[in-house]
């Protein structure tokens, strides 16, 4: 599985984007997908994650209410809609590809995209 992440900019806080990863291959639909973010000179943390149907999510605690994934497995992309954006949400972010039912650590994660930049000023 090869995954593109995009969607990521500038934004001021209390805005919002949407990420979106699209992924090749034929096996999308037979993998969990997770979003993870890094910001500077922190360790990559788990944001969230979905199930091979979408119907189970996982959020971290950070952003739980604010953000919402989602996927079409008929386009072969996840989404990631970020709302109500803060500064502290600045970061890298990576979507990934796992085998589990519904990874949350890293290390439960086969598969990772480039990475798109998300800025959120004050």
């Known amino acids: 599985v090869q995954l593109q992440a995009s969607g990521g900019g500038l934004v001021q806080a209390g805005g919002s984007l949407r990420l979106s990863c699209s992924a090749s291959?034929?096996?999308?639909?037979?993998?969990?997908m997770g979003w993870f973010r890094q910001a500077q000179g922190k360790e990559r943390e788990s944001v969230a994650a979905?199930?091979?149907?979408?119907?189970?999510?996982y959020y971290a605690d950070s952003v739980k209410g604010r953000f919402t994934i989602s996927r079409d497995n008929v386009k072969n992309t996840v989404y990631l809609q970020m709302n109500s954006l803060k500064p502290e949400d600045t970061a890298v972010y990576y979507c990934?590809?796992?085998?589990?039912?519904?990874?949350?650590?890293?290390?439960?994660?086969?598969?990772w995209g480039q990475g798109t930049e998300v800025t959120v000023s004050s």
């Open positions: 990934a590809a796992g085998t589990p039912l519904l990874p949350r650590s890293r290390y439960e994660y086969e598969y």
């Open positions: 291959g034929r096996t999308f639909g037979s993998h969990a």
């Open positions: 979905v199930t091979r149907s979408g119907a189970g999510t």
